[in-house]
């Protein structure tokens, strides 16, 4: 009787696909299900189909989410990209000579602090009747009253980028800085014996060699604001934005009818229309960005 071989290279990648499948796949295809069914989260499920999804494209207050998704995108991201890029070459560059592991290690401490802190931080500085913003502002004589910051819709948008650009400007600029110290200082110093200005060097030599680098973070950045949660919820305490879901966000639009309404067939057909909005705008994006590279 011939002896069975054991297939080794299986048996040490099965952990692996077994976690895998219990903690990732099976919740995925499982979300999935519960989309297609009403369900509170206990009890009986009773299966509608793709009811759920028809009712929330018919829900003004999902499209309000996406909208303030997308706009926290442009007011957050250009500012980080930006500012991120600007801070990095003025570290590689020589123009800030003194303590730059001192600076690095200080843009980095926004990104590694912990959310509940940020929120306590912004809340209490934008606070109505003690926030150090209105009694800066006031004592400067630009404002007479103090300024409802937190309960204000047209500052809960502005309030929010504002906080995720204090968060992941710091992180963005230590991602560019480590692309450009990858490129060499002869390039740059080449350009400048030519006759290049620095302004010119790094537009016209640099900025195209950290192209790479600069797809990453765009497209990161993109994506991060997409799925942004952490900010608005720090700053007003719940699912729903602020003042009439001003700033409420797909995420939070997704959790608000998931946990707080009880929803959960319906707040997992929000969870991947959600899922299948970011897919089609980055899908879209790299299309565009691949276009102009071959041009």
């Known amino acids: 009787m011939?002896?069975?071989?054991?297939?080794?290279?299986v048996v040490f990648i099965a952990p692996f696909?077994?976690?895998?499948?219990?903690?990732?796949?099976f919740p995925i295809l499982f979300s999935f299900y519960i989309s297609l069914t009403n369900w509170q989260g206990y009890g009986a499920m009773t299966y509608v189909g793709f009811g759920n999804y028809v009712s929330l494209l018919k829900n003004?207050?999902?499209?309000?989410?996406?909208?303030?998704?997308?706009?926290?995108?442009?007011?957050a991201?250009?500012?980080?990209?930006?500012?991120?890029?600007?801070?990095?070459?003025?570290?590689n560059y020589g123009i800030v000579r003194i303590g730059k592991s001192y600076i690095r290690n200080i843009m980095f401490l926004p990104y590694i602090t912990a959310p509940i802190a940020i929120g306590l931080i912004f809340a209490t500085l934008?606070?109505?009747n003690f926030g150090a913003v209105n009694i800066f502002?006031?004592?400067l004589g630009i404002i007479k009253q103090?300024?409802?910051?937190?309960?204000?819709?047209?500052?809960?948008?502005?309030?929010?980028?504002?906080?995720?650009?204090?968060?992941?400007?710091?992180?963005?600029?230590?991602?560019?800085?480590?692309?450009?110290?990858?490129?060499?200082?002869d390039i740059y110093e080449a350009a400048k014996v030519d006759g290049a200005s620095t302004p010119k060097a790094i537009i016209h030599i640099i900025l195209p060699m950290l192209k790479p680098?600069?797809?990453?973070?765009?497209?990161?950045g993109i994506i991060g604001c997409l799925k942004i949660f952490e900010e608005p919820y720090m700053l007003f305490g719940d699912y729903k934005g602020g003042v009439n879901n001003a700033a409420q966000t797909m995420n939070m639009k997704f959790l608000d009818t998931a946990f707080s309404a009880g929803q959960s067939g319906y707040g997992a057909a929000t969870g991947y229309l959600m899922f299948i909005i970011v897919m089609i705008f980055t899908v879209a994006y790299f299309g565009i960005v691949n276009r102009i590279g071959d041009d």
Not at 2 to 9: D, Y
Not at 17 to 25: P, R, S
């Open 2 to 9: 011939k002896k069975k071989k054991i297939c080794w290279p």
């Open 17 to 25: 696909f077994i976690v895998y499948g219990i903690f990732n796949l």
């Open 60 to 75: 003004a207050a999902f499209y309000k989410s996406v909208l303030n998704s997308f706009i926290i995108v442009l007011e």
């Open 77 to 91: 991201m250009i500012p980080i990209q930006s500012l991120g890029l600007i801070l990095a070459l003025l570290l």
């Open 126 to 128: 934008f606070d109505q």
């Open 137 to 139: 502002l006031k004592s």
């Open 146 to 185: 103090n300024v409802n910051w937190l309960h204000t819709e047209s500052f809960a948008k502005p309030l929010v980028s504002l906080v995720t650009l204090w968060r992941y400007v710091g992180y963005t600029a230590v991602i560019y800085l480590a692309g450009l110290q990858s490129v060499s200082s």
């Open 213 to 220: 680098i600069l797809i990453f973070q765009v497209t990161n």
